[in-house]
């Protein structure tokens, strides 16, 4: 973090004779580097929950609270995922999602029973499948699974796919921190990435809007949205571990945390109130959710419920892809999950 520091005061000057450039060196220094270190924190907690547990020194729960929060800190992360993470296949390494097929369970199975016990190596070098949350969630929570009983067998994975995690965030942190790394293009400019605070700003701005829309899937895609009606449970975002709707409020959170540093760009005053409102009503709503989302999607009742939180998301989505980037003057293109 000392690389912040100094790079934060080199550029103090020049960010404050520009305002875009100014929120663009906060988003850099305020929000995104440190969701990304509390990522890595929670991965080298979730190493140390799954050691004490594996070799006898706590319980399940001590684990489960562990991925629970690395879980949150990934979501968390989502709407800010500029650079590194959304490269070089990282992110599917992280979390595997959406499993059509029941891939998870499959391959896990099919790779644990080829290596006995099943080595770092090995699952380095696996598929995206088995490396990442969705494999040590369907370890630690799914039915069928032994774990307790059958230590031998599990632990190894959890162990290996725990260190992966704590390896992968570290390599992202490194080419944040680095010399003209991912923090430096972000406040220090013309650069490799950005030509301008301008088009830095505009790329922060279209991943947290995806980010957005991929709530809209992520609620959407087990409502039946996607599926003539047909409600998919097991569609939903680690419906196992029943954190569907958790995951659901971190990833608001982290897009709040963006739009937050932008509010003071915007010209319009109604329209930042109106975001506002939206953030302040889609939070709202799913606090107040009654069940976790697996259980609400399978009972017909909850449909008004759920399309009214959808209906909340798919306003905030527009006031910020069509209203506000009007205001800004920046040009967010085409969403790869528009239609969907």
């Known amino acids: 973090m000392r690389s912040a520091i100094v790079l934060g005061c080199v550029v103090l000057l020049a960010a404050c004779s520009n305002p ?8 850099a220094q305020q929000v995104l580097l440190p969701a990304h270190q509390q990522w ?12 004490g547990f594996c070799e006898g020194d706590a319980e399940r729960t001590s684990v489960a609270q562990a991925f629970m929060a690395s879980q949150q800190g990934w979501s968390y992360l989502q709407p800010l995922m500029v650079g590194p993470l ?7 390494q ?39 949350l969705t494999a040590f969630e369907y370890v630690l929570f ?22 992966h995690q704590q390896g992968l965030s570290g390599e992202v942190m490194a080419l944040w921190e680095e010399a003209g790394g991912m923090l430096a ?24 809007i995806t980010g957005v829309d991929v709530l809209k899937k992520k609620l959407g895609t087990p409502m039946g949205r996607l599926n003539q009606g047909v409600a998919q449970p097991y569609q939903a975002e680690a419906w ?5 709707v958790a995951s659901l409020q971190a990833s608001l959170a982290g897009a709040q ?62 006031l910020q892809q069509a209203e506000l980037a009007s205001d800004l003057g920046i040009q967010i293109g085409f969403n790869a999950n528009d239609g969907d």
């Open 86 to 92: 959304s490269e070089g296949n990282r992110s599917w």
């Open 20 to 27: 875009r450039q100014e929120v663009t060196s906060q988003l």
């Open 142 to 163: 799914d039915d069928s699974v032994e774990l307790q009983a059958d230590k031998a067998r599990y632990c190894p994975m959890l162990m290996g796919i725990a260190h």
């Open 257 to 318: 945390a963006v739009w937050e540093r932008v509010r003071s760009l915007v010209s319009d005053g109604e329209l930042a109130g109106k975001i506002d409102q939206a953030y302040a009503e889609t939070r709202d709503k799913l606090e107040a959710l009654p069940a976790p989302l697996f259980e609400l999607v399978q009972d017909p009742a909850n449909q008004p419920l759920l399309q009214d939180l959808y209906r909340s998301l798919d306003t905030l989505e527009t």
């Open 94 to 132: 992280v979390q595997f999602y959406p499993d059509k097929r029941n891939m998870v369970a499959q391959q896990a199975e099919a790779l644990l029973d080829s290596h006995d016990p099943l080595t770092q190596q090995a699952l380095d070098g696996a598929s995206v499948v088995v490396q990442g």
């Open 40 to 51: 890595h924190d929670r991965n080298a907690a979730l190493v140390q929950a799954v050691k």
């Open 185 to 208: 293009q972000l406040t220090d400019f013309p650069n490799d990435r950005y030509a301008s605070a301008e088009d830095a700003l505009g790329g922060v701005l279209r991943v947290q």
């Open 240 to 244: 196992r571990s029943r954190q569907s």
